[in-house]
């Protein structure tokens, strides 16, 4: 009898087993370092049991093949050897898989479900909600020497009246006009907080970016000053803005923009540099790269290996004229010197010819050549109009000291004495209150935009909108 039980348990334990169904599409959302990313796996019934592939919808990747791929006692195992990447999970009674996520020997819980996951939204309370107590206009404008139609937002004290204003400049990167990125939105908040206290702010999306017409990726921060000349003579054409008091405020390459802009138009009476630059592109990258590899714990050995060879790209970009050819040097150049990388570090799926057009692609499109080649002095050296250029002590990006000093020191060639500069404690790259400065806070912390540097603005804005 008991044997009969036995077996009659083991025939139903294996129809229990038999009927969970792992094909499908799984779905979940892997929390790494404060960035929430989608990961999606696709599995199918092979004869020889099962293939699947991965998704990555935030970073843009598709189909990448799975290497192997195994369901047995209700565990799912999941490997990409390429990238190094591993995910075993148990498929529970309720159809979700609970499980965990490896890449490069760090571990990572993600659990997986057939229904469709959406992010978590972080805590972010600095950012306004309507109804505004403030007039806000969605508005469009012609950049008629690109031919291109831009879209953004007009805020307004009130409705009626004049008041001072600004057109607020984003950062690299295809941003729309509340530079949205991480979760935070800083324009927005300055926008906000600006428009409460006194003056008008237009923020407006990069071209080819959200409803602004245009192509992004073919542009460089010529073209883009050639987008903010055309919401100044926009906010020329409105009866609201005081057509003597319209400044400003460039944000990381929008402090670069913003003295080219300054230098051409006679109607900027001011400029806010927020974590701008004073150093040309090639220094400042590879600063970038040295103080932001050792927040991350990068081995001096490495870090000075990758730095040299970045250093030697840049020197070859830097003296070339010809997009063909430098493409061809540049293929020759890291063929020579990253052989390691390129047959070790692909991302899966990815072969060893596709890695290098990808790094070199990135070296030559139009913004990156002229952003290595391009010296923030030659424009500084022109402006006249007063300047508040502030950047965070914790700065990683755009490192204050050395950005202000030479900042400031292109100024005083211009004779431009009515310059104010400041490096405020305890800020990161977007101005957050932070505790390394590197990157990978910025998501993590709540807080979009420092009162303090919010406050610094706007006193200093204030002296000069009277």
């Known amino acids: 009898?008991?044997?009969?039980?036995?077996?009659?348990?083991?025939?139903?334990?294996?129809?229990?087993?038999?009927?969970?169904?792992?094909?499908?599409?799984?779905?979940?959302?892997?929390?790494?370092?404060?960035?929430?990313?989608?990961?999606?796996?696709?599995?199918?019934?092979?004869?020889?049991?099962?293939?699947?592939?991965?998704?990555?919808?935030?970073?843009?990747?598709?189909?990448?093949?799975?290497?192997?791929?195994?369901?047995?006692?209700?565990?799912?195992?999941?490997?990409i050897s390429s990238a190094k990447i591993e995910y075993e999970g148990v498929l529970g009674n309720d159809n979700v898989v609970v499980g965990n996520f490896k890449q490069a020997g760090q571990s990572f819980p993600l659990n997986l479900s057939k229904k469709a996951i959406e992010k978590e939204k972080p805590a972010r309370p600095q950012e306004p909600s309507k109804p505004y107590p403030y007039y806000s206009e969605d508005v469009s404008f012609e950049n008629t020497k690109a031919?291109?139609?831009?879209?953004?937002?007009?805020?307004?004290?009130?409705?009626?009246?004049?008041?001072?204003?600004?057109?607020?400049?984003?950062?690299?990167?295809?941003?729309?006009r509340d530079e949205e990125l991480l979760g935070h939105k800083p324009f927005l908040v300055l926008s906000d907080y600006l428009t409460k206290n006194g003056i008008a702010v237009l923020r407006f999306d990069d071209r080819g970016t959200a409803a602004s017409k245009g192509d992004f990726k073919t542009a460089t921060s010529l073209d883009f000053s050639s987008d903010v000349e055309a919401g100044v003579n926009y906010?020329?054409?409105?009866?609201?803005?005081?057509?003597?008091?319209?400044?400003?405020?460039?944000h990381s390459e929008g402090g670069i923009i913003a003295p080219m802009v300054a230098t051409h138009s006679k109607a900027i009476a001011f400029i806010v540099l927020l974590a701008g630059t004073g150093i040309p592109g090639d220094q400042l990258l590879l600063l970038q790269q040295e103080l932001i590899g050792k927040a991350a714990g990068t081995v001096d050995s490495v870090l000075q290996k990758n730095l040299k060879i970045n250093q030697g790209a840049f020197d070859i970009v830097a003296q070339s004229t010809n997009t063909e050819q430098l493409?061809?040097?540049?293929t020759t150049y890291f063929k020579q010197t990253i052989k390691d990388i390129l047959s070790a570090e692909r991302p899966a799926g990815m072969s060893e010819d596709d890695l290098l057009k990808m790094?070199?692609?990135?070296?030559?499109?139009?913004?990156?050549?002229?952003?290595?080649?391009?010296?923030?002095?030659?424009?500084?050296?022109?402006?006249?109009?007063?300047?508040?250029?502030?950047n965070g002590e914790k700065d990683l990006q755009v490192p204050p000291k050395i950005n202000l000093a030479a900042i400031k020191k292109?100024?005083?060639?211009?004779?431009?004495?009515?310059?104010?500069?400041?490096?405020?404690?305890?800020l990161n790259?977007?101005?957050?209150?932070?505790?390394?400065?590197?990157?990978?806070?910025?998501?993590?912390?709540e807080q979009t935009f420092s009162p303090i540097a919010l406050n610094e603005v706007l006193q200093w804005l204030k002296i000069h909108t009277k």
């Open 1 to 79: 009898m008991k044997k009969i039980a036995l077996s009659l348990w083991a025939i139903f334990m294996s129809y229990l087993v038999f009927g969970q169904d792992i094909t499908g599409q799984w779905n979940g959302v892997l929390k790494v370092q404060g960035i929430q990313l989608r990961i999606v796996f696709n599995v199918s019934k092979t004869d020889a049991g099962f293939s699947s592939t991965m998704d990555s919808p935030d970073q843009g990747a598709k189909d990448i093949p799975v290497t192997t791929t195994s369901f047995e006692n209700s565990t799912l195992k999941l490997a």
């Open 147 to 176: 031919g291109i139609t831009l879209a953004g937002t007009l805020t307004l004290p009130q409705k009626q009246g004049v008041f001072p204003a600004v057109v607020l400049i984003s950062g690299s990167g295809a941003q729309n």
């Open 410 to 426: 292109a100024l005083t060639k211009a004779r431009n004495k009515k310059v104010t500069t400041k490096e405020l404690p305890n």
């Open 235 to 250: 906010l020329l054409s409105r009866k609201e803005i005081n057509k003597k008091k319209i400044g400003l405020i460039g």
């Open 327 to 330: 493409n061809t040097a540049l």
């Open 359 to 390: 790094i070199v692609g990135q070296l030559t499109s139009p913004w990156m050549q002229y952003f290595i080649k391009y010296d923030p002095a030659i424009a500084l050296e022109k402006v006249k109009c007063p300047v508040l250029a502030i």
């Open 429 to 445: 790259h977007l101005f957050q209150e932070c505790k390394t400065g590197s990157p990978t806070e910025y998501a993590s912390i």
